[in-house]
C-alpha cells in the first residue's frame, strides 16, 4: 500500500515544485529525476505483488474522505469561474449538477455505508500502473526537449512550462488513484482530477492567454473536452448514489460480485460505461479527442495513448463481468463496434499526421470497448492485450510526429519525402511504430484476430449483434491496412539531395523514443509471458476460469519466434548493401537529382509522390455525421430505459 501511496503523492509534490521552478536546468534535473522515481516505482510495485494475486487495503480514511470532497467542491467552483469567464455555461450546469449531488450523498446516505477497501491492486490494475509509469514518464522526459523547441517557435507567448509541467505529473498522480481506487468515490475523485487537466492542457495555448496572445480554437476545444467528460462524470455520479442507495455499497469489487444477473449492477455499469465511452472519446463523444491536437505533441501522446483515454477503457474492461449478456453491454459493444469502423474509415481520408493518429486511437478504443462490452474471459483478453500493444505503440507515433514537426516543419503525411535522408533515424522509429500497429508478427493485428474469435464465440442477444460486429472487425481492419500502408509507404521512399538535419533533436526526446521503440519490441518478444502469467490469472480470478485462448500458447511463441528473426535480419543486414544506385526513370528527362523531370515540353516538372485520400467517399464529416446518429440511438434507447425503469421504480416505491 505504501508503494501506491508513493505513485500518487510523489508526482504530486514534483508537480507542485515543477510550478515554482522557473530556471530550465534545475526543472531538467528534477524532471529526469522524478521519471525514473516514478517508472521505478510502478516496477517495484508490480514485483511486489506480482504472485500474490489480488490485494485489498483497508486503512482509517474520514480525513481522506473529507479532504478530496473539499478539494471537488474547489474544483467545482474554478470549473464554473471558468465556464462563466469564457461563457460557456453548459460546463458551469454539469458542475454544479454533479459536485452538489455528489458532497450530499456522502454527508447523507454516503456517511452510513462502511467501506472495507478503499484501494486495491490486481494484475489489471499492474497493467495499467505500468503503462502510467514508464510510458508516462518517457512521455514527460520527452516533453524537457519538446517544450523548448515549442517555447522557441512561440517566442512572443509567455514562457508556461512550469504550468505545463504541473498538470503532466499532477495527471500521472490521478490516474495512478484512479485504476487503484476500490472506493469509486475515490475513484470519482481522480476522474475529474483527470478531466479538469486534460481541460487545462489542450487548452494551454489559449487558457489564461492576453486578449492578443489567446488561441480561440485551443480555448474552444479545451471547454468542448471538458463538458464532453463532465457529461461521463455526471453519469458516474449518478451511479455512485444508485449503488450506494439500492446496493447499499460504494466498492468496486462489490458491485463486481452482484454478477450480470443484478439488477441494480446493471444499471449502475450502464451508468459507469456511458462514463467509460466519454472518457474514451467513443462516437459521438469523440470530437473532444480530435480537438486535443491543438496542444503540444506530450499532451496528445499522454491523452491518446497512456493515460486519459485508457481510463474508459480500463473502467469498461473492469466492469465486463456485469456488462455480458444485458443491455448495459449491448449498448457499449454497439457503440464501440460504430466507433471502430467509421472511425477507421474517417482516417483514411486523413493526411495531417496526428489526425491519422487520433482517429486510429478512437478507433482502437473502440475496438477495446466492444470487448469490455461482450463481457466474457476470451474477450477481455484480447480487449486486454490491445491495451497494451496500443499504450506503448500509439505513445511512440506520437512523439515521432512531434519531432518531424519541429524540425521538418509540417506534420503532414504528404510533406515528409525524404525523411530517410533528412532524418533516418526518427523514419526508422516511425516505421517501427507503424509496423507495430497492424503487422503480422506484432501484437496488435494478433490481439484484433483474438478479439474477432471471442465476437464468433460470444453468446448473442439478439442473434446478429455477433454477425454485425464480425464484419466491423473485418471491414474496419481493411481500413486500418490501407491507411497505414500509405503513411508507411512515404517513409519507405527515399528522395536523393536532402540533407540530414537529426542531429538538431534533443537527447531526451531520442531517448524517448528510442525506449518506446524498445518496448514495442519487448512487449512483443514477452506475449506468452504477459498472457500466462498476467492476464489469465486475472481472468481466473474475475471469471472463475477461462476457455481455450484464441490463440493458442504454441502459436504465440511461433510470434515471438518470428519477430526475434526480423530482429535478427535487421541486425545482420542493416547498412550493408552492395547494390548499384542508379537514377529513378521519370517518363521524362531525368539530370540526375531524382527530383524533377522535363515533361514533352520541356518543362520542368517536380517528382511528387502523393497518396489517395477518397474524402469524397470517406470524408470525416460524413462518417461523424453517421456514427453519432448510430451511437446516440443506442446510447438513447438503453440508458432511456434504464432511467425509465429507475424513475419508475421510485414512484412505486412512493
Same mark, same amino acid.
Given at each position: ?17 515543477? #510550478? ?69 455555461? #453548459? ?33 489489471? &490494475? ?11 514518464? !518517457? ?27 504541473? #498538470? ?125 491536437? /491543438? ?69 482502437? #478504443? ?28 500509439? &505513445? ?56 474477432? /474469435? ?50 538538431? /533533436? ?18 512483443? !518478444?514477452?506475449?506468452?509471458?504477459? &498472457? ?20 493458442? &500458447? ?31 526513370? !521519370?517518363?521524362? /528527362? ?65
Amino acid at each position: 500500500m505504501g508503494t501506491i501511496f508513493f505513485l500518487i503523492l510523489f508526482p504530486t509534490v514534483v508537480a507542485i515544485l515543477l #510550478l515554482v521552478l522557473k530556471a530550465d536546468a534545475a526543472r531538467d534535473i528534477v524532471v529526469k529525476i522524478a521519471c525514473a522515481a516514478i517508472a521505478a516505482g510502478s516496477i517495484y510495485l508490480a514485483v511486489q505483488y506480482f504472485t500474490k494475486g489480488t490485494q485489498y487495503f483497508d486503512f482509517e480514511s474520514h480525513a481522506v474522505n473529507m479532504t478530496m470532497m473539499v478539494i471537488e467542491i474547489i474544483l467545482a467552483v474554478i470549473i464554473v469561474v471558468l465556464a462563466i469567464r469564457y461563457k460557456k455555461i #453548459l460546463a458551469a450546469i454539469l458542475a454544479i449538477a454533479q459536485t452538489p449531488l455528489v458532497c450530499w450523498f456522502e454527508l447523507t446516505k454516503g456517511h452510513d455505508i462502511e467501506v472495507a477497501n478503499n484501494l486495491y491492486f490486481d494484475r489489471l &490494475s499492474m497493467i495499467m500502473v505500468l503503462i502510467i509509469g514508464i510510458v508516462g514518464s !518517457l512521455i514527460c522526459l520527452y516533453a524537457i526537449g519538446y517544450m523548448k523547441d515549442f517555447q522557441h517557435h512561440h517566442a512572443g507567448a509567455p514562457d508556461r512550462r512550469p504550468w505545463f509541467f504541473f #498538470l503532466l505529473f499532477l495527471f500521472l498522480a490521478a490516474m495512478t488513484g484512479l485504476v487503484t481506487s476500490n472506493n469509486l468515490i475515490w475513484m470519482y475523485f481522480f476522474w475529474e482530477i483527470t478531466s479538469l487537466c486534460s481541460f487545462l492542457l489542450i487548452g494551454y495555448n489559449g487558457l489564461f492567454h492576453k486578449e492578443e496572445n489567446e488561441d480561440k480554437v485551443a480555448t474552444n476545444n479545451a471547454f468542448r473536452a471538458l463538458i464532453m467528460n463532465l457529461g461521463g462524470g455526471l453519469g458516474f455520479a449518478v451511479a455512485i448514489v444508485y449503488l450506494g442507495t439500492y446496493g447499499g455499497t460504494i466498492e468496486l469489487n462489490k458491485l463486481l460480485a452482484m454478477g450480470n444477473a443484478s439488477q441494480v449492477a446493471v444499471i449502475v455499469a450502464a451508468f459507469l460505461a456511458f462514463a467509460g465511452i466519454t472518457k474514451a472519446a467513443q462516437m459521438p463523444f469523440n470530437s473532444w479527442l480530435l480537438g486535443a491536437m /491543438v496542444a503540444p505533441t506530450p499532451t496528445s501522446a499522454l491523452l491518446h495513448s497512456s493515460t486519459m483515454v485508457k481510463a474508459g477503457v480500463f473502467l469498461i474492461i473492469k466492469l465486463a463481468p456485469v456488462l455480458n449478456g444485458n443491455y448495459a453491454g449491448f449498448m457499449t459493444m454497439m457503440v464501440g463496434g460504430i466507433t471502430f469502423l467509421l472511425a477507421s474509415f474517417s482516417a483514411i481520408s486523413q493526411s495531417n499526421g496526428k489526425r491519422v493518429l487520433a482517429y486510429s486511437t478512437i478507433a482502437n #478504443l473502440g475496438l477495446i470497448v466492444v470487448c469490455g462490452g461482450i463481457g466474457t474471459a476470451g474477450a477481455v483478453w484480447a480487449g486486454t492485450m490491445l491495451i497494451i500493444f496500443h499504450a506503448v505503440t500509439k &505513445s511512440l507515433l506520437f512523439l515521432c510526429v512531434g519531432t518531424a514537426e519541429h524540425n521538418v516543419g509540417s506534420r503532414d503525411i504528404e510533406d515528409l519525402d525524404g525523411l530517410f535522408g533528412k532524418m533516418p533515424r526518427l523514419a526508422m522509429f516511425m516505421m517501427i511504430g507503424i509496423a507495430g500497429m497492424f503487422l503480422a508478427p506484432f501484437g496488435m493485428l494478433i490481439s484484433k484476430w483474438a478479439a474477432m /474469435v471471442a465476437f464468433v464465440n460470444a453468446p448473442s442477444m439478439f442473434g446478429f449483434e455477433n454477425i454485425l460486429l464480425i464484419g466491423i472487425i473485418c471491414f474496419g481492419s481493411a481500413a486500418t491496412a490501407f491507411y497505414w500502408v500509405k503513411w508507411l509507404g512515404k517513409m519507405a521512399a527515399v528522395v536523393a539531395g536532402t540533407k540530414n538535419i537529426q542531429q538538431n /533533436v534533443h537527447g531526451s526526446e531520442w531517448f524517448a523514443q528510442g525506449t518506446l521503440v524498445a518496448l514495442t519490441i519487448i512487449v512483443c !518478444l514477452l506475449f506468452p509471458f504477459i &498472457s500466462s502469467k498476467i492476464i489469465v490469472p486475472y481472468l481466473n480470478e474475475t471469471f472463475g476460469g477461462i476457455a481455450d485462448l484464441a490463440i493458442s &500458447s504454441t502459436n504465440m511463441i511461433i510470434m515471438c519466434i518470428m519477430v526475434a528473426v526480423i530482429l535478427l535480419l535487421i541486425v545482420f543486414f542493416f547498412g550493408r548493401t552492395n547494390k548499384k544506385i542508379v537514377n529513378i526513370y !521519370l517518363s521524362g /528527362v531525368n539530370e540526375g537529382d531524382n527530383l524533377q523531370f522535363e515533361d514533352a515540353f520541356k518543362a520542368p516538372k517536380p517528382l511528387a509522390l502523393r497518396n489517395w485520400y477518397m474524402d469524397s467517399y470517406f470524408g470525416e464529416k460524413k462518417m461523424n455525421v453517421i456514427g453519432d446518429i448510430l451511437s446516440s440511438v443506442a446510447i438513447i434507447y438503453v440508458l432511456g430505459m434504464i432511467i425509465g425503469f429507475v424513475i419508475g421504480g421510485i414512484g412505486g416505491g412512493m
